[in-house]
């Protein structure tokens, strides 16, 4: 709890993963339509209403902030993500392709081409564009078809071209469907026998598929003249705090994050959030030009926590288990200044600096993937297949997985060299 007079009680959350929606809107739907509509974006249940986010200068004081019983402070760690906004049609199926910073939201084919633009046109889903963060010049023209099966309701994917997919260890075969589930995580790598390692891996696709289903009439979000922006953000809760005196928001912000053992970025945002009204129309509810609506991911939904700590406490990563979580990677990507999308965990600030010399063929790889399986709340880890030596509890892994129970202690790097990462990992449920 931080301290320092009036006092303001008020609850916190941090968020390190979230996406931005731009929405145009008619300015009579309510809130409670909204967020129906927007859960059915973010693959939740779908909430009573929606929250406010008015943005907090960084230097002002949360008692100058004309905050409320009820109202929360969001601290979001890390930039949100652009994404598209796909408006439902009854009676078609739906399927939504995450690449880097791209998005793309796809309803009523029934066929869907994911690769690069080139000679045979532009593909659906165009691997060549800047925000896919994908070196194209490696990936076929049409590498993935995504097809639907309206007599089972389900949707399929297909590799086309040489570039090579995988679902976790598993590789597709050409033309071989493979069946999708709700949420799947698909890896390309390049084909053998050519410039690139076979093992370095191009781009990691997120496929949310969905069947066709029908809404009612009241849960229909119309289109409108009114613009705004729709903040989805996967939370973790800070508890309460009680506020005293002229501390600025940032100031606050940090020594929350701090106390909570959270690593605090050298940048980041801080919202007042506010519960609306489920009948109140979406143009009463925005009380300034920078406020948007805010929907938290429910993490009620998740079963279990896994926690990378590094032995020095320095760092400590997480890791969400729920119903629908795909493998996670962790690994190092291969420039400072550019992220890799693929990688769920990124020991690249970890690393010694300069960087060791045993260190530069590492780069730009997956090392470890971490499994959980949500019918017997059990987390796994398994080596990927670049050679990295990766250790649990002094034993080398290998590519076939092995369970993890609460303070095991994992090992990665090369002994006897400078480049030796050292984490216990532990188990939280919920």
């Known amino acids: 709890m931080i301290e320092g007079s009036p006092c303001l009680h008020l609850g916190a959350a941090y968020t390190s993963a979230s996406s931005l929606y731009s929405l145009s809107l008619d300015p009579a739907a309510t809130c409670q339509v909204l967020a129906r509509a927007a859960a059915r974006q973010a693959g939740l249940e779908p909430p009573a209403t929606l929250e406010l986010a008015l943005p907090l200068p960084l230097s002002s004081h ?8 009820g109202d929360r402070l969001l601290i979001q760690t890390a930039p949100a993500r652009p994404a598209l906004w796909q408006a439902h049609t009854d009676g078609q199926p739906s399927v939504t392709v995450q690449c880097g910073q791209l998005e793309t939201a796809i309803s009523g ?6 690769g690069k633009a080139g000679g045979m046109g532009a593909p659906d889903v165009d691997l060549s564009l800047p925000a896919a963060q994908a070196p194209s010049d490696f990936i076929a023209e049409q590498c993935l078809e995504l097809r639907y099966q309206s007599d089972e309701r389900c949707w399929y994917a297909l590799r086309l071209g040489q570039t090579r997919v995988r679902l976790d260890e598993f590789e597709l075969s050409p ?8 949420s799947t995580q698909l ?3 390049p084909p053998t026998g050519g410039l690139l390692p076979p093992e370095r891996r191009l781009a990691t696709l997120t496929i949310h598929a969905q069947p066709h289903h029908t809404l009612p009439a009241d849960d229909h979000l119309k289109a409108g003249p009114l613009s705004t922006r729709l903040l989805v953000g996967t939370e973790h809760s800070l508890g309460i705090l009680a506020v005293q005196g002229a501390l600025p928001v940032e100031t606050l912000a940090r020594r929350v994050l701090a106390h909570h053992d959270h690593p605090v970025p050298p940048r980041l945002r801080c919202y007042l959030l506010r519960l609306l009204p489920p009948d109140q129309p979406v143009s009463a509810a925005l009380a300034t030009s920078e406020a948007v609506f805010y929907l938290a991911r429910d993490l009620e939904t998740i079963r279990s926590v896994l926690y990378l700590r590094s032995v020095d406490h320095s760092s400590v990563y997480t890791l969400y288990g729920s119903a629908s979580s795909a493998g996670f990677q962790l690994g190092v990507r291969l420039q400072q200044h550019t992220p890799d999308p693929a990688l769920d965990v990124d020991l690249y600030d970890l690393l010694p600096q300069p960087i060791p010399p045993a260190a530069l063929p590492h780069l730009g790889y997956a090392w470890v993937q971490f499994h ?10 398994s080596r990927t297949a670049h050679p990295m030596p990766v250790f649990l509890d002094g034993r080398r892994l290998s590519s076939t997985p092995v369970r993890i129970t609460d303070q095991r202690v994992l090992s990665i790097g090369i002994e006897g060299t400078a480049l030796i990462l050292r984490f216990v990992l532990e188990l939280s449920a919920r």
């Open 62 to 69: 949360l008692l100058e902030s004309a905050a409320l019983t």
């Open 187 to 189: 890896q390309l790598y």
């Open 109 to 114: 084919k029934l066929s869907v081409l994911v």
């Open 372 to 381: 959980y399986e949500p019918e017997v709340n059990t987390w796994w880890i």
């Open 175 to 182: 033309r071989v469907p493979l069946r999708l589930g709700a």
